[in-house]
């Protein structure tokens, strides 16, 4: 599978250490969607939309956070659906349904 530039670029800014430089009116999603461009934001958004929406265990999420460059993880495996899935929605220009 051939992650999305676009998507690696958000992902690149989920590292530890980093809440210190994010503004108070952002968060960790806010602020790694905001590098991107319109049409990054559309690519990205498309590829989750397309992987979110097929039968992709909680795994193999984690394995495209991952190779995305993310570089930071969580406990519960179910939490790398929660994450991309409101990257997605956010990427779209949906409002946004949790803090991260």
């Not at 039968?55 to 190779?67: G, N, P, R």
Request: glycine share 4%; hydrophobic share 40%; aromatic share 10%.
């Amino acid at each position: 599978m051939i992650i999305p530039k676009a998507l690696s670029d958000a992902c690149v800014w989920f590292l530890r250490d980093l809440e210190e430089d994010i503004p108070p009116n952002q968060d960790w999603i806010d602020y790694a969607i905001g590098h991107l461009s319109n049409t990054e934001k559309a690519e990205a958004a498309a590829f989750l939309e397309e992987m979110l929406g097929s039968s992709l265990s909680d795994q193999e999420l984690k394995d495209i956070w991952f190779e995305a460059e993310a570089r930071i993880g969580f406990k519960d495996e179910s939490h790398y659906r929660v994450i991309l899935d409101e990257m997605r929605r956010r990427m779209k220009g949906e409002v946004p349904q949790l803090k991260f």
